[in-house]
C-alpha cells in the first residue's frame, strides 16, 4: 500500500496518520522526493481504507501493489520525465540518442568526440572516467581529472555528461561534473550505492544486471526511489545467457513488457547489447522500433585503437549514417501510433 500525503500536509495530520499506521502494527516507510510525499507499507496485508477515511492531510490511497510500489505503473499511470540538461529530456513519446566512447582516453580525445557530438547535435555523451573491467591489468580510466577535463569541454557546447560510478566515495567528487550518474550493470544489485545515490537530486542511469530478471531490475529502481530520487532511467543492455556467439544476449522484449510495468523511462544499450560493432546498427534500429525512449552508443574516433571495448564501438561515419536512419525509424515508429 501507498499513503500518497497532500503537499501542504500539516504536521498534526501526518502524525495522526503515522501513529493510526503504527497502532495497527503496519510497517511503512515514509519517502520525500522532489515531487511528492508517501508513506510505503512494507508488510504483505493491505490495511482498511475505511480506516483512514476520517483523518486528514491524504491525497490518495494505492491498493494491490506489488513489491516495488514506487516504480510501478499500477499506482503512477503518467509516464515519468528526465530533464538530464538544459538540452536534453528522456520522456516517454520521445527519443534521445547518447554517444561517447566507453572510456575517456586522453584530452585530445575529448576534444576530438565533443565536436563529433556537437557537430551531428547530440546533447548528452556517455564517458567512463571509472572502469570496471573483468581484468585487474586493462585501462581503468583517467579518473577525476579527467572528468574535470571533459567537463570543461563539454559544457561549453552545451552538452551533459554520463558517467559510471562505483563507489559511494566517487558520488560526491563527481557530482559537480555529471548531468547523471550511471549505475553499470555489476553495481545494480550493490543496494548501500543504490540508496546512496537515492539521496542525491541527480538522475541516475540504471543499467540492468548481467544476470538480473526485470524484476529485479525494478527492485533495485525502488531502492533509489525509496530513498527520495525519482529521476531514474531503466537500461536494458543485454543478459549473459548460455549464448557465446556475441557478447550478451539483447532483450529487446524488455522494453514492452517494462512499459508496461513501470512509469520510469527505458533506453536501450546495443553496444552492451550485442558487443559486435557491425551488428549494431540493426539492433539500435530494433530498439527504436521495439519502443525506447533513447539509446546509448559507444562511439570511437578509432575503434581498433580504443582502449576500452574497440570491439562493440563504431566510427564517427558509421555513427553519423545511424543517427539519421535512428531518427527517420522514430519517425515511423511515431506515425504508426499516431
Not at 496485508?45 to 486528514?56: C, S, V, Y
Not at 581529472?145 to 567537463?151: A, F, P, R, V, W
Not at 550505492?193 to 540504471?206: H, S, V
Request: charged share 20%; proline share 2%.
Amino acid at each position: 500500500m501507498i499513503i500518497e500525503l497532500q503537499n501542504n500536509i500539516s504536521t498534526q495530520d501526518k502524525e495522526a496518520i503515522l501513529n493510526k499506521i503504527e497502532s495497527l502494527s503496519y510497517a511503512f516507510t515514509e519517502v520525500i522526493t522532489q515531487t511528492g510525499h508517501y508513506v510505503v507499507g512494507k508488510n504483505g496485508i493491505e490495511l482498511d481504507k475505511a480506516q483512514f477515511d476520517t483523518l486528514g492531510g491524504i491525497k490518495h490511497l494505492h491498493y494491490g501493489l506489488s513489491n516495488y510500489k514506487l516504480v510501478s505503473r499500477q499506482w503512477k499511470t503518467q509516464a515519468t520525465k528526465i530533464q538530464l540538461n538544459n538540452n536534453s529530456i528522456i520522456q516517454d513519446g520521445g527519443f534521445s540518442i547518447i554517444a561517447g566512447p566507453c572510456a575517456i582516453e586522453s584530452e585530445d580525445q575529448i576534444e576530438t568526440i565533443i565536436k563529433h557530438l556537437a557537430d551531428n547535435n547530440i546533447t548528452m555523451m556517455r564517458g567512463g572516467i571509472f572502469k570496471p573491467r573483468t581484468s585487474p591489468y586493462s585501462f581503468q580510466g583517467l579518473g577525476l581529472e579527467g572528468l574535470k577535463q571533459l567537463h570543461n569541454v563539454a559544457s561549453s557546447k552545451g552538452i551533459g555528461i554520463i558517467s559510471e560510478v562505483m563507489d559511494i566515495s566517487q558520488i560526491e567528487e563527481m557530482y559537480d561534473y555529471v548531468s547523471a550518474f550511471q549505475i553499470g550493470a555489476r553495481n545494480s544489485q550493490n543496494y548501500n550505492l543504490l540508496k546512496a545515490l537515492g539521496k542525491t537530486n541527480k538522475p541516475i542511469l540504471l543499467k540492468r544486471g548481467i544476470s538480473s530478471t526485470l524484476d529485479e531490475l525494478l527492485n533495485s529502481a525502488e531502492h533509489i526511489y525509496s530513498s527520495g530520487n525519482e529521476q531514474i532511467i531503466l537500461c536494458e543492455r543485454g543478459i549473459r545467457t548460455y549464448e557465446n556467439a556475441y557478447r550478451n544476449t539483447f532483450d529487446l522484449n524488455a522494453v514492452p513488457v517494462l512499459k508496461e510495468k513501470t512509469h520510469l523511462p527505458i533506453i536501450v544499450d546495443p553496444s552492451h547489447g550485442i558487443g559486435i560493432s557491425r551488428h549494431i546498427e540493426s539492433m539500435a534500429l530494433a530498439g527504436v522500433m521495439a519502443g525506447a525512449d533513447g539509446i546509448l552508443l559507444e562511439v570511437h574516433e578509432n575503434p581498433a585503437q580504443a582502449l576500452s571495448d574497440g570491439q562493440q564501438s563504431i566510427d564517427f561515419k558509421t555513427a553519423e549514417s545511424l543517427y539519421r536512419k535512428l531518427s527517420a525509424t522514430y519517425d515511423l515508429r511515431s506515425s504508426f501510433e499516431a
